[in-house]
């Protein structure tokens, strides 16, 4: 599966913005699905999840309450709204085809990345 992440851009502090996640290739109709951020200079990490059903949605702490996901099994998309974004969220935002989620909520392995999409947040 090939993915692509796209609706990043420059905003200022407190503002929003919704990225989406474009699946081609197959259908992720059965495949659990995340968002992770890589910030300058640090490691890649863990956003939100989401189950194959959409029933079930993961956050890591700084994103609770603040962010969304979502998905369209019949669109193959999966999208993550940003809300009340603060300077410390900018980075390069990837979707991601994961194997599960464990049972303190984060995930297992990755098995597929897509491309990136850059946030910037201006304070």
């Known amino acids: 599966v090939q993915l692509q992440a796209s609706g990043g851009g420059l905003v200022q502090a407190g503002e929003s913005l919704t990225l989406s996640c474009s699946a081609s290739g197959r259908s992720i109709r059965n495949l659990v699905m995340g968002w992770f951020c890589q910030a300058p200079g640090k490691d890649r990490e863990f956003v939100a999840g989401?189950?194959?059903?959409?029933?079930?949605?993961y956050y890591a702490d700084f994103a609770e309450g603040r962010f969304t996901i979502s998905r369209d099994n019949d669109k193959n998309t999966v999208a993550l709204q940003l809300s009340s974004l603060k300077p410390e969220d900018t980075g390069v935002y990837y979707c991601?085809?994961?194997?599960?989620?464990?049972?303190?909520?984060?995930?297992?392995?990755?098995?597929?990345w897509g491309e990136g999409t850059q946030v910037t947040v201006s304070s």
């Open positions: 989401i189950s194959w059903s959409g029933g079930s949605t």
């Open positions: 991601a085809a994961i194997s599960r989620i464990r049972e303190n909520g984060r995930p297992d392995e990755v098995w597929h």
